[in-house]
């Protein structure tokens, strides 16, 4: 690579957070929505959004130069392939998780030297509290996170069903399982499986309409409680999807030690997770790694690292099944 390509690289990193913003921003305006049925102009957009439309005509003119909207002669904007994916109505939207990250995920990033110097979240600096003390007293903030989950999981969670199979287990408890979406497609694929939905009481409470729209209301029960505290027995199998990332290692056991303590003799604990491979490959789950320094307190974890604290917690990791995604389906037994 030539020193000016060198050069032109490293700028388009640096200013990476100018097209995130922008983005962000036609993400909370609802843009994509706006522009479904017709084209429009800058001025139509801005008087449906109540901003200033020769701020909003430039935002969106950078946007279509990356292939986020189209512009025509008419200067009217039109929706793109890509463009799609920030409309809040289809499936893998991004549109909440474009708004979660604009938001506060950026006032954190904007504090790393913070947690680089501390080792402590910056989001507890800038918000004054944990981020899941936040979600549960800022409804409307809960509600994104739910979306943007959802948006991140929907394909992964058709790579985590072809990766692994299922059957066999009879009850599966979803820990953590928010708004139900794993427990969903789990039992519709697996229609001999019951489920147990656990997490925290206002958040189940959110994830008791998706569960009836499914029809599963009679094979998943939801259950309120605190992971920390306890969780439901009475299963074969106990499945948390980015869970145990979100914590330090002293939190990560006191699950798992509670999982342990709930589980029969060599019941299975499916963990489901980034594992983050060795050398300088490019890999998300190192900057994934970053935002759990900085907004939960959790970390990513090397193989190694995940069989050290399951062996500590008393399971044995017997293998780690890798998706089409970065996403590794880590498979222990209760010893």
């Known amino acids: ?41 800058a001025a139509q957009l801005a008087a449906a959004t ?8 430039r935002v969106l003119r950078a946007l279509a ?6 512009e025509n002669e008419q200067q009217e904007f039109t929706l793109t392939p890509m463009a799609e994916f920030l409309r809040s109505d289809v499936p893998g939207s991004k549109r909440a998780l474009a708004m979660m990250s604009g938001d506060e995920q950026f006032q954190c990033w904007s504090e790393i030297m913070y947690s ?7 989001f507890d600096k800038v918000f004054g509290q944990p981020i899941f003390e936040y979600l549960s007293q800022h409804e409307d903030k809960g509600q994104i996170f739910d979306q943007a989950m959802m948006g991140i999981h929907g394909r992964e969670t058709g790579e985590i069903m072809q990766a692994y199979d299922f059957s066999g287990i009879q009850t599966l408890v979803d820990v953590g399982g928010g708004n139900g979406s ?28 998706h569960i009836e729209a499914a029809g599963l209301s009679e094979r998943c029960e939801i259950v309120g409680g605190n992971f920390f505290e306890a969780v439901p027995g009475n299963a074969d199998a106990w499945f948390m999807r980015h869970i145990i990332h979100d914590w330090d290692d002293e939190k990560s056991l006191t699950i798992l030690k509670n999982c342990h303590t709930a589980m029969p003799a060599d019941a299975k604990l499916l963990v ?22 900085m907004i939960p307190g959790g970390k990513e974890r090397t193989a190694e690292e995940y069989r050290s604290l399951f062996a500590e917690a008393g399971f044995e990791l017997t293998r780690i099944i890798p998706t089409e995604s970065e996403l590794s389906i880590i498979e222990c037994v209760k010893q």
């Open 65 to 70: 130069s990356i292939g986020i909207f189209e």
């Open 1 to 41: 690579m030539t020193e000016h390509a060198l050069h032109q690289q490293l700028d388009q990193m640096i200013t990476g957070y100018w097209t995130s913003q922008a983005i962000y921003a036609a993400a909370k305006l609802g843009i994509a929505d706006l522009l479904v049925d017709n084209p429009q102009t």
């Open 182 to 209: 794993n427990i969903t497609h789990i039992l519709q694929q697996y229609p001999e499986m019951q489920g147990i939905l656990f997490d925290l009481p206002h958040v189940v409470e959110r994830a008791q309409p």
């Open 50 to 57: 109540d901003t200033n439309a020769g701020a909003l005509y």
């Open 272 to 293: 489901v997770e980034s594992v983050i491979p060795a050398g300088n490959e490019p890999f998300a789950g190192k900057f994934l790694d970053l935002v759990m320094l």
């Open 116 to 122: 680089v110097k501390t080792g402590k979240t910056s």
